[in-house]
């Protein structure tokens, strides 16, 4: 039979698909695969209607064969087959998906009855062939027919369709694979356990058996003896044809047919974790997107988890067809911790089926598992705490972040899930557990930000705060004040500082005491500034300081904390500075001490000041720029 040509149109689709639509050439066989599932599907629905067909699903297979030698690979099916004319209509016009138009003619009723899928939409997967191959050929025949007919095609230059020998009706795919070239190294498909790392890989959970001759070892006697006088043995190397895919993936069971234990076992095996997750969840979704998924909340981060090499998302099937390993669409930055997989029948597909189209039904998906996440983890906040606890020392830092992203977009949801140490309980709390342990005469959430837990508990500022007996959060973590800031309030509560000018405590009597006292001394606060050189914007005497003779306050957005963070990041420019504020207790002896040396010796009392100012640099965690300015200055002061 004389060649025939693809449309011109067919033609271009097949060099724009062999160079430009699958990027991984691996892919072919997850293709063939599923195209070979597509036809067992059909025969399955025809057996519904036609008993003639007398074979059950149990009779039906896919199998996979490689000859090195040859340089070929072989993907037969016992489906539905083709007539000359199918392989005309099929192969002949690119695009041309017969499973489609066959998903369109289906009768819903008999299709939930079979229980079958069709994979195909876009008739294309088949040519992904050509990306390892230099000539495909077909061999089909249809059931029910006598006749068996062959296409063949070496690409773009056409194709021959035949008659040919085949007893069995189903198809017959034979793959040429082209010779190794500088750039390409092909015969990596030729390998049996590559293609069967393939197979588990894209196709594990296609509904029918994949099988494949699987190359072993084992060991056999020989007539010959040892010295004991037993026969010696030998290894020798055989052939055994196995099945190599799953066909039922577990997120696909129901729960009184896989236990929790079973989904940690496959997660371990599949996400390579040694520790159990915290947290199984299986989510079985059906209306105007249906689909299945199993999830697994970590209990510790991977090492890479922190840095840009982490690749985060879940995995993505389609009708048990693996479509993309990690789908980042699916899960939000906040959440990016969690493993699983998600598998649906609903979703549009782009052309190569190695994409998504970002359409509704992904992000229905994304936002239903958005939510489930949320209340899971909150769960197991209020149901088990302490394996809260262990989950949060991991990725609590990575809620913290999904606060500031996007402007605080999802603060909503994650305030609930945030923990901070609090001094009251002397464990980490959430903060819905800080308010319900509130004082009734307690206005604020009050909050302080620092190096460690132990510095935190003995700053000056915070001593009104303890005296009153209210709890403060300590805030340990570089985003913590960020994240403060972006909350505002919590439950009706506004979040302030330890460091804030009104703390919410003191009485109007005593603030009008402080401010006559500050105004007699006006002219010492004034010289105590002069005497810092620029260090600070303002001082003045506290109303907060209880026993302490100084602290270190800020005015304006800047604080503290926020100034050594940006300090630190890389690349950040000129250098940030907080408005300092020195604040002295008017009521302490050491300020009596300044102002007696004020009166009497400016030189020591300007001494006392600089020596006031390193005290309140040290207790609020910040650096001494010159500390052995700080040094000389004790030395000449003990003298």
């Known amino acids: 039979m004389a060649k025939k040509q693809f449309k011109a149109e067919s033609k271009r689709l097949l060099g724009l698909m062999i160079n430009s639509i699958y990027t991984h050439k691996e892919i072919f066989l997850r293709e063939l695969i599923s195209n070979a599932s597509d036809a067992i599907d059909k025969l399955c629905y025809k057996a519904l209607t036609d008993e003639g067909v007398g074979m059950s699903r149990s009779d039906f297979c896919i199998k996979v064969a490689v000859d090195e030698a040859e340089r070929t690979i072989t993907v037969t099916d016992n489906g539905i087959g083709m007539t000359a004319e199918e ?93 190794d070239s500088e750039e390409e190294n092909y015969s ?44 010696k043995t030998k290894w020798e190397t055989y052939t055994e044809e196995e099945t190599v895919n799953s066909m039922v993936p577990i997120w696909q069971r129901s729960k009184s047919e896989v236990s929790d234990e079973d989904c940690i076992a496959f997660y371990k095996e599949k996400f390579h974790d040694q520790d ?44 048990g067809v693996m479509i993309m390993d990690k789908c980042k669409d699916l899960l939000p930055e906040c959440f990016q911790f969690v493993k699983g997989v998600v598998d649906s029948q609903d979703l549009s597909l782009n ?29 197991l906040m209020d149901d088990e705490p302490e394996t809260y606890a262990e989950f949060y020392k991991s990725f609590g830092l990575q809620l913290k972040y999904g606060i500031l992203a996007n402007y605080g977009m999802k603060r909503e949801l994650l305030k609930d899930l945030l923990m901070f140490y609090s001094s009251a309980a002397g464990k980490p709390v959430s903060l819905a557990d800080y308010v319900k342990e509130m004082p009734e005469d307690q206005k604020y ?39 403060m800031n972006m909350l505002g309030e919590y439950d009706g509560k506004e979040l302030r500082s330890v460091n804030a000018e009104d703390l919410g405590i003191e009485s109007e009597e005593n603030k009008e005491e402080t401010e006559k006292k ?75 001490a300044l102002k007696a040396a004020y009166e009497t010796d400016k030189e020591r009392a300007a001494k006392y000041a600089k020596l006031l100012y390193f005290q309140s640099l040290l207790l609020s965690d910040a650096k001494i720029e010159d500390p052995a300015e700080y040094a000389a200055l004790v030395s000449d002061l003990m003298i």
């Open 87 to 179: 392989l005309e209509n099929n192969l002949g016009v690119i695009a041309k998906s017969g499973s489609l138009q066959f998903k369109k003619d289906m009768d819903e009723e008999k299709k939930e009855e079979s229980g079958i899928d069709i994979i195909g939409q876009f008739g294309v997967g088949f040519y992904s062939a050509f990306m390892i191959a230099d000539k495909v050929r077909v061999e089909s025949k249809a059931y029910g027919s006598d006749e068996a007919n062959a296409w063949e095609s070496t690409g773009a230059d056409g194709y021959t369709i035949t008659p040919c020998e085949k007893e069995e009706h189903g198809t017959k795919i034979i793959i040429y694979v082209k010779p």
């Open 188 to 231: 990596e498909f030729l390998d049996s356990y590559r293609l069967r790392g393939l197979v588990k890989k894209y196709s594990d959970y296609v509904r029918y058996p994949i099988k494949m001759n699987i190359s072993k070892s084992r060991s056999v006697e020989t007539d010959e003896m040892d010295e004991n006088g037993k026969k």
């Open 276 to 319: 159990d997750p915290v947290k199984v969840i299986r989510v079985s979704a059906e209306g105007a997107v249906s689909y299945k998924a199993l999830l697994f909340i970590p209990k510790n981060a991977p090492y890479n988890y922190y840095s840009r090499d982490y690749e985060a998302g879940l995995q993505l099937y389609a009708s």
């Open 351 to 379: 052309i190569s089926r190695e994409m998504l189209q970002h359409d509704r039904q992904l992000k229905t998906i994304a936002g239903n598992i958005e939510k489930k996440i949320k209340s899971e983890l909150k769960k």
């Open 445 to 483: 959430i009050y909050f302080a930000c620092g190096e460690s837990i132990a510095k935190l508990d003995k700053l000056p500022q915070a001593e009104p705060i303890r005296e009153k007996g209210y709890g403060i959060l300590y805030l340990t973590d570089e985003p913590d004040e960020f994240v």
């Open 518 to 592: 500050e105004a007699d001394n006006k002219e010492l606060l004034d010289f105590v500034k002069d005497s810092l050189n620029g260090e600070v914007v303002a001082v003045k005497l506290s109303h907060k300081l209880k026993n302490s003779a100084v602290c270190l306050g800020v005015q304006g957005p800047i604080s503290l904390e926020m100034e050594r963070y940006f300090n630190t990041v890389p690349g950040a420019g000129e250098k940030v500075k907080a408005e300092r504020v020195l604040e002295l207790n008017g009521e302490h002896k050491v300020f009596a």
